[in-house]
């Protein structure tokens, strides 16, 4: 064989061993991988996930393994393994870090040696797919969401979506996935996003501008137009709405105006009734509670239309009872509170669910309680206000929940009050009106607006 034949033999078998050397080893491995999770799983922008594999020292040697950088896998420490000793190695998966899916590895070399790298089998190798969350949105009939279509999310997200009504129409419910999730309300926020999700908004008609106020020596509902470019009540347009009330004293009306609730203080019950399209009750829908109150003189609905409040005159008490989805109240969930509220005879909370505010009628006070998350009364931290509302008969906040007014019975007045930035009553800031009206009751006639 000629010298020049030999150079190229060793030449060849030089590129060969380069070529092997460049590669995990492909023979014999000197260390050996059994995965104790899955290694084939699918990881969501934002979301993160962890593999883990014992890694089985085969040598007689110590080795100290480095895993080849994989984009948005890490190797948690370092895998030090004795003499056919063994290590955890626990791979560390971000998925925001993630620029596409992984095939293959984790490739582990002996420390300062990268020719020296083994992987596992192609059973046992890497198999990550990166998926994105999407939440795709819609509405119904008579009016818009936004955003609207598909919405790229990582997990933990939020999004928040607002509604806009046609008009005549107003938001009905808010659904994920097909639940509802919210009754009313022009926004709606879907928060920590983990999955794909659906949102969708619907509508109803408005029901038009009226005002509901009830006549306890009649027993019934008066029901009236109201103007909405000045806010007077039409007197001449007004019906009466008639069933088994008895000496109503008060009403309160759900978020989207599809039912009324009455309290009836001459038998302590509610009245549950719903509401037509032209905002008339209908009375053959109207059922009643069992007589579970005492002389109820308020009633009133909290903003999320999950709990009813029950101010009872009879026993100096507030029953909170949970309403069902479709408005019904379900008397087994029932709770009297154990404070007393002397002669309990109006009751009102903020928009956001969080406070309330209780007449004392025979004290001349007003109490402010804190509202559990559960929407019962947070009584132990209840603070009572000095007895300057004479004969306290009602009371209801204004929109914006700035100002506190009740009605005082005993010297034929309403007292208006700022509130201070925790909700409590600004006492000194209260004003009263001349003695212009006639054993005034309470400022809590309701009266729903078209949308």
């Known amino acids: 064989m000629t010298r020049k034949n030999l150079g190229m033999i060793s030449f060849l078998f030089g590129l060969v061993l380069f070529s092997l050397g460049s590669q995990p080893h492909a023979g014999i491995p000197l260390w050996t991988f059994a995965p104790q999770t899955s290694t084939s799983i699918s990881v969501v922008k934002g979301g993160s996930a962890q593999v883990i594999y014992i890694v089985q020292n085969q040598s007689a040697r110590p080795k100290r393994l480095i895993m080849k950088p994989i984009t948005g896998v890490n190797q948690s420490t370092a895998c030090e393994l004795a003499p056919k000793g063994s290590c955890t190695l626990t791979l560390n998966i971000n998925g925001s870090a993630l620029t596409g899916d992984v095939v293959g590895g984790p490739v582990l070399c002996q420390q300062g040696n990268a020719l020296q790298c083994y992987q596992p089998s192609s059973a046992n190798s890497l198999h990550i797919r990166s998926e994105q969350l999407t939440v795709t949105s819609s509405a119904g009939a008579n009016g818009l969401i936004s955003p609207v279509g598909v919405q790229a999310v990582s997990a933990g997200d939020s999004l928040t979506f607002t509604a806009s009504a046609n008009t005549g129409f107003l938001v009905n419910r808010w659904l994920v996935d097909g639940a509802v999730v919210q009754t009313g309300e022009l926004s709606y926020q879907l928060n920590d ?48 709405a008639r069933s088994d009330f008895v000496g109503p004293f008060d009403v309160t009306i759900d978020s989207v105006h599809r039912i009324i609730y009455i309290a009836n203080r001459g038998d302590s019950t509610i009245s549950v009734c719903r509401l037509n399209t032209d905002g008339s009750i209908d009375r053959n829908s109207c059922t009643k509670t069992n007589p579970i109150f005492s002389s109820t003189e308020a009633v009133k609905l909290n903003s999320a239309g999950t709990h009813i409040y029950s101010s009872n005159f009879g026993s100096s008490t507030v029953t909170v009872c949970s309403v ?11 709770v009297e509170s154990s404070r007393v509220f002397p002669n309990a005879a109006g009751f009102s909370s903020n928009n956001a669910d969080t406070k309330c505010y209780i007449n004392d009628f025979s004290n001349d006070k007003v109490s402010f309680c804190p509202l559990n998350s559960n929407g019962t009364i947070d009584e132990a931290n209840c603070t009572s206000s000095a007895p300057i509302f004479p004969g306290s008969g009602g009371l209801n906040l204004n929109f914006a929940n700035t100002f506190l007014y009740v009605a005082n019975y005993n010297d034929d007045t309403v007292s208006s009050c700022p509130l201070n930035p925790n909700g409590s009553i600004n006492e000194v800031g209260c004003v009263k009106t001349a003695a212009n009206f006639s054993e005034v009751e309470a400022c809590r006639a309701s009266i729903i607006f078209a949308g």
């Open 324 to 334: 069902e989805s479709n408005g019904t109240i379900n008397e087994g969930t029932c």
């Open 193 to 240: 996003i983990q999955s794909n999700h659906q949102v969708e908004v619907t509508f109803q008609t408005a029901i038009p501008s009226n005002a509901y106020i009830a006549n306890s020596d009649s027993d019934y509902i008066s029901i009236c137009p109201v103007d909405e470019t000045d806010g007077h009540i039409i007197v001449d347009d007004c019906t009466e």
